[in-house]
């Protein structure tokens, strides 16, 4: 039932992989068809069943993806980086990349507005589909826990009081118009000079994007989290961020603050995911605050933040004070 979607998932790394190395022959019909041995008609059928858009249409939204962040990150030259994302000329290239975001690229180049762009789709995940971890544990399941200060940073992001976690705080916001996961993770992906960024060039969900809870006497109730909160998904920005905010989101500073942080380090996503999310629990529950001079801090306004990496870390910063004599 799921082999199509499995296989989809390595045709989406060819062509993000080929779009950066600039191997347009790697990014035909026919080779990426005969990298699974099936037909283009095939290829062609299954993709637009799986994808919800023909293949074509979904390559030239990456490669504008792509494109977008050397106009807005770089001074080359237009016609440079037309030519290098597969498009025949700059006339092209503006003509599409103003059909996907409604400006030409000289006029986002001097001054960028946020837009949404084509993320990266991923057709197969063993927990939306419900399958949970496949269960072969390799870790060893070592949490780091250390204390650390995080500067005063401005956070962009959308929020709610009713959901409770990622899946259902996705299925939430897709019943609102545009803040579905595709729509938002396209905006933030416009973003330019997020804190968590790590340089990643393939531009898709996640590229410095986190989960946050925001504590407020307002917010909603929540099983592992100590006071009412709101549940949030966004982008850190420099305190000084003065760029655009896309109509849908809040621009909310940030004060500077100690955190208690529960690390985890790599892991496999598929094997691991569920039994390094329980042994991060674990580690919260029986954490001995009283052998350290901090606690939790219920402030209103205070970010708990928490970061999914699976090639680097599962880590969560909770917001903390020193005790009160």
Not at 14 to 23: A, F, K, L, Q, T
Not at 150 to 158: F, G, S
Not at 160 to 181: K, L, M, R
Not at 271 to 282: G, K, L, M, T, W
């Amino acid at each position: 039932m799921y082999e199509w979607h499995r296989q989809l998932m390595t045709i989406m790394e060819v062509i993000d992989e080929s779009i950066c190395r600039r191997d347009d022959e790697a990014l035909t019909l026919h080779s990426l068809a005969q990298r699974l041995g099936y037909s283009d008609f095939h290829m062609t059928k299954q993709f637009h069943a799986i994808i919800g858009m023909p293949l074509k249409r979904y390559l030239t939204a990456r490669r504008l993806a792509f494109a977008l962040q050397e106009v807005r990150d770089t001074d080359r030259r237009l016609l440079d980086i037309a030519l290098d994302f597969g498009f025949s000329s700059q006339e092209a290239f503006t003509r599409a990349f103003r059909q996907e975001y409604g400006v030409t690229p000289g006029a986002y180049r001097r001054k960028p507005v946020a837009v949404v762009l084509r993320t990266r789709i991923t057709p197969f995940d063993r927990y939306a589909f419900g399958m949970g971890e496949i269960g072969m544990i390799h870790s060893d399941n070592h949490i780091n826990i250390y204390f650390t200060t995080l500067p005063a940073h401005k956070l962009m992001y959308i929020r709610n009081a009713v959901s409770n976690g990622y899946w259902d705080f996705w299925q939430h916001h897709g019943t609102i118009p545009g803040e579905d996961c595709h729509t938002i993770c396209g905006l933030l992906d416009s973003i330019p000079g997020k804190l968590d960024d790590m340089g990643s060039s393939e531009m898709n969900s996640g590229a410095g994007q986190i989960m946050a809870y925001e504590n407020s006497p307002e917010g909603g109730s929540f099983p592992c989290y100590p006071v009412p909160r709101f549940e949030c998904y966004g982008v850190r920005l420099p305190v000084d961020y003065d760029g655009p905010v896309p109509e849908v989101m809040r621009l909310a500073d940030v004060a500077g603050g100690e955190y208690i942080v529960f690390e985890h380090g790599p892991f496999d996503y598929e094997q691991e995911n569920r039994s390094v999310e329980f042994a991060i629990d674990a580690a919260w529950d029986a954490f001995d605050w009283s052998a350290t001079d901090y606690e939790f801090d219920p402030t209103p306004g205070r970010m708990y933040y928490f970061y999914h990496d699976c090639t680097r870390f599962w880590k969560e910063l909770w917001p903390v004070r020193r005790k009160q004599a």
